[in-house]
């Protein structure tokens, strides 16, 4: 695993998304549903949340109440991300916010999570990334602990919004013609770069297989390969 290459992965979103980055309510991504699933689903008595951004997630778990502490991760800082202002002061009792400059999660206890939760973060990461959380999360997850990830997979994203397809292309070395006449070259194209060179914002196709044997390879165990919540994107349930 390239420690300066992941270094460089993570300094590429110092400057995005001032304010706080807050997904929308499209249909195809399904964040209605995906609050259905949490509301019915969320177990335990601390979560981890990768990537809290402005908070979106975050407070919606909080206002459900249903954990004694929330422990929150982001690479970008609090105040970049105006999260306690869309918080609230009164959450701090039971919030807790860390910037994470690295995948290595050592300020959280070791065996202590008992569920983990990450929405539009996984695609930003490369599989070295990824791979490098799951080694972490193995560490910090109580044994019976559930994670509940979303990432990118370039099958699932082209088959779902064929007329976005060029999102996918932009990110290859190689713009190749041949994309226009080739799904399947792409999607292989894709997952092949899901180690390529990060810059600002971009996403990784890592895929859902990639994502299985990576998290298999990390002792957790396949609950749903995909909750098919989000049409765009597949969300994996894992256990430990």
């Given at each position: 695993?390239?420690?300066?290459?992941?270094?460089?992965?993570i300094n590429s979103f110092q400057k995005l998304?001032?304010?706080?980055?807050?997904?929308?309510?499209s249909e195809k991504r399904g964040q209605k549903r995906l609050e259905d699933y949490l509301r019915d689903n969320l177990v335990g008595n601390n979560l981890l949340e990768i990537?809290?951004?402005?908070?979106?997630?975050?407070?919606?778990?909080?206002?459900?109440?249903?954990?004694?502490?929330?422990?929150?991760?982001?690479v970008l800082s609090a105040?970049?991300?105006?999260?306690?202002?869309?918080?609230?002061?009164?959450?701090?009792?039971?919030?807790?916010?860390?910037?994470?400059?690295?995948?290595?999660?050592?300020?959280?206890?070791?065996?202590?999570?008992?569920?983990?939760?990450?929405?539009d973060v996984f695609c930003h990461i490369?599989?070295?990334?990824?791979?490098?959380?799951?080694?972490?999360?193995?560490k910090k997850c109580k044994?019976?602990?559930?994670?509940?990830?979303?990432?990118?997979?370039?099958?699932?994203?082209?088959?779902?919004?064929?007329e976005n397809r060029n999102h996918v292309i932009q990110y290859l070395p190689e713009k190749k013609f041949i994309y226009k006449l080739s799904n399947n070259k792409l999607i292989k194209d894709a997952l092949k770069d899901s180690n390529g060179k990060p810059f600002p914002g971009r996403w990784y196709w890592v895929g859902i297989k990639n994502f299985l044997n990576l998290a298999e390879t990390h002792n957790f165990k396949i609950e749903e390969?995909?909750?098919?919540?989000?049409?765009?994107?597949?969300?994996?349930?894992?256990r430990k």
């Open positions: 695993m390239n420690q300066n290459k992941l270094r460089e992965e998304w001032n304010g706080g980055y807050r997904t929308g309510y990537g809290s951004g402005g908070g979106q997630w975050t407070k919606f778990i909080y206002e459900l109440n249903i954990f004694q502490s929330i422990q929150c991760v982001d105040e970049h991300n105006s999260f306690w202002e869309y918080m609230g002061e009164e959450s701090k009792k039971k919030v807790k916010y860390k910037q994470n400059l690295d995948f290595s999660l050592d300020h959280i206890e070791n065996n202590s999570i008992d569920f983990v939760f990450s929405y490369s599989q070295s990334g990824v791979e490098a959380y799951l080694k972490s999360l193995n044994p019976g602990s559930k994670l509940l990830i979303m990432y990118a997979d370039p099958a699932k994203y082209i088959n779902s919004e064929p390969q995909d909750l098919n919540i989000d049409y765009t994107n597949p969300i994996t349930l894992l």
